[in-house]
């Protein structure tokens, strides 16, 4: 070992304060790296400094020693992970000599804290990077919505076209179905999009009602069964072990519906062959839990899910396979877990590839006292209600949708007139005294729906009064009602709906 020409000399001990201020570890070395001199109390213990440094980074400053030696020499700096305490802590390595260190030299290591800067980079590294992977998501969600709006829209416009070409009425059928299902699978898309802003909002409202689960899922799998994408090698069987009577939960009868759908729709698009099995089962009370639970699932038999994927699939745009027979958004898992939350539960799923997956939840098993509900009860009409020698006031600025509401009307053989905003449809009301009930559209230029709604009922008040309102905007079906509707449909018009509404509040 090289023992310090004069190691008096260079004692920086001599100067505790100068070294206190500068906040930085200082030590003096010999060629092998024997400590003579160390500033920090954390160090003080370590005969050598070689035990601060990793292997690889202790041959580095080895090397520096050997090669860049000469006390004429540029200090040399670099960035090193020193032990201090148990920890791993970023360090600036500085590196001088002390002598013209030729031989048996001493060397000066100043070591600089710098673990906050080096995190705060990482940190920040980690965000570009997290930053690049959402806008590299974004991008292919957009290219991939674009594609999937762009080929209904497509269809549909093309269809219209071919229809206006031909005579032949079975071809003309042919094309309105595939315009009708263009339609359906756009307003999916759209619906998913509002859910999506909702969620994203802070906007996705629950309302409980009372749901006949057995019911839902009989619906939901007969609904299913009768899909086009079903093979005969594919079977869709339901498990409800509870009584009809005893199926009755309070619950979001939309949002679960639109849950379990949803799971059936994934599993309907992903099995081509075995079973898919939709249903529920009471679990067993947990030592946290004041009521009972029910698992509803979904089991298929399809292609399963690769195990990195399992934890990626509830997140907003990821599909498994991008651009495959997948067709879809990649939203709808992502809407099942937020809606499932709301629920009060929590998506769990198993899967394994080439054997199948189940998606299931759990919540409470909460009933109630059956009651009837106060308000409008569906009489399930199906057919147009005669109302001959009826007037209905239609208030609707959209040229379309009042076409839309006028044929959808043609049956009842009622008496129809076309007020195109709020303003126009007071104005008509007060000059026409026989009107049995309104339509009104919520959003109108010159005088909305909700003001109209209100100065009609302040005139009228036995006159009915139903909202026609856009699709899944909760909101506005709450505001419709305060404002003096008595009853709302939403659009697109559910004509079975919309039959059974009129006959109620004009027949009954
Ligand atoms: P999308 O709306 O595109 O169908 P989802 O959020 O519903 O997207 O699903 C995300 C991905 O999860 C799908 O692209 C699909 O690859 C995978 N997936 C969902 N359900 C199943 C299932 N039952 N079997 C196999 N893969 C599934």
């Known amino acids: 070992m090289s023992k310090p020409k004069n190691p008096k000399r260079i004692d920086l ?12 570890s200082f030590f003096i070395i010999n060629d092998i790296g024997d400590i003579y001199y160390c500033s920090d109390s954390d160090f003080q213990q370590n005969d050598s400094i070689k035990s601060l440094f990793s292997k690889k980074d202790w041959k580095r400053l080895e090397k520096i020693i050997e090669n860049e030696s000469g006390y004429n020499k540029k200090a040399i700096e670099f960035e090193v992970e020193i032990q201090k305490n148990n920890q791993s802590i970023w360090h600036l390595c500085k590196f001088a000599c002390l002598d013209d260190c030729e031989k048996d030299g001493l060397y000066l290591v100043v070591l600089e804290n710098i673990n906050k800067r080096i995190l705060r980079e990482e940190s920040l590294m980690k965000a570009k990077e997290n930053a690049e992977a959402q806008e590299k998501i974004k991008s292919s969600f957009l290219a991939n919505m674009s594609h999937e709006i762009r080929t209904p829209m497509n269809s549909i416009i093309g269809f219209s076209d071919l229809i206006e070409r031909t005579n032949d009425e079975e071809e003309k059928k042919q094309y309105l179905e595939i315009i009708k299902s263009s339609g359906q699978f756009l307003l999916n898309i759209i619906n998913d999009i509002i859910d999506i802003s909702k969620i994203e909002a802070g906007l996705l409202d629950i309302k409980v009602q ?3 689960i057995n019911d839902l899922i009989k619906e939901l799998s ?23 009577g005893d199926s009755v939960i309070l619950t979001d009868s939309t949002r679960i519906r639109q849950v379990l759908s949803n799971l059936l729709d994934n599993a309907v698009k992903f099995t081509s062959k075995g079973k898919i099995e939709i249903g529920y089962e009471l679990v067993e009370k947990k030592a946290n839990q004041k009521i009972p639970h029910l698992r509803f699932f979904v089991k298929d038999s399809g292609i399963g899910i690769p ?12 599909q498994v396979r991008e651009g495959d027979e997948s067709k879809g958004s990649g939203l709808g898992l992502t809407i099942v877990d937020a809606l499932v939350k709301k629920l009060g539960g929590g998506m769990k799923v198993k899967s394994e590839v080439g054997k199948g997956s189940e998606f299931s939840f759990e919540i ?4 109630r006292a059956q009651k009837k509900p106060k308000s409008y009860i569906s009489d399930n009409v199906h057919d147009a209600p005669e109302l ?18 006028a044929a959808i009307m043609r049956q009842t053989h009622a008496k129809l007139s076309w007020a195109k905003n709020g303003k126009e449809a007071v104005d008509f009301m007060l000059n026409n005294k026989n009107i049995d009930l309104v339509l009104m559209d919520l959003r109108m230029p010159i005088m909305d729906g909700y003001k109209a709604a209100n100065h009609i009922k302040t005139l009228y008040p036995k006159i009915p009064i139903i909202a026609l309102t856009a699709f899944a905007v909760d909101g506005d079906m709450e505001k419709a009602l305060e404002a003096g509707c008595d009853d709302y449909l939403s659009k697109p018009i559910d004509i079975s709906d919309f039959y059974s509404k009129l006959n109620f509040y004009l027949n009954t």
């Not at 001959?388 to 509401?405: C, M, Q, S, T």
């Open 388 to 405: 001959k020698g009826r007037h209905i006031l239609i208030a609707e600025d959209v040229d379309a949708n009042y076409r839309f509401v």
């Open 210 to 212: 009372r749901v006949k």
């Open 364 to 367: 409470a098993y909460l009933q």
């Open 307 to 318: 195990k990195p994927d399992l934890k990626l699939i509830f997140d907003r745009y990821h």
């Open 13 to 24: 001990s001599l100067y505790p304060k100068m070294i206190e201020k500068l906040n930085e």
């Open 222 to 244: 007969d609904i299913y069964s009768s899909d086009p994408r079903i093979n005969d090698e594919v079977e869709i069987i339901t498990n409800m072990p509870l009584q009809n």
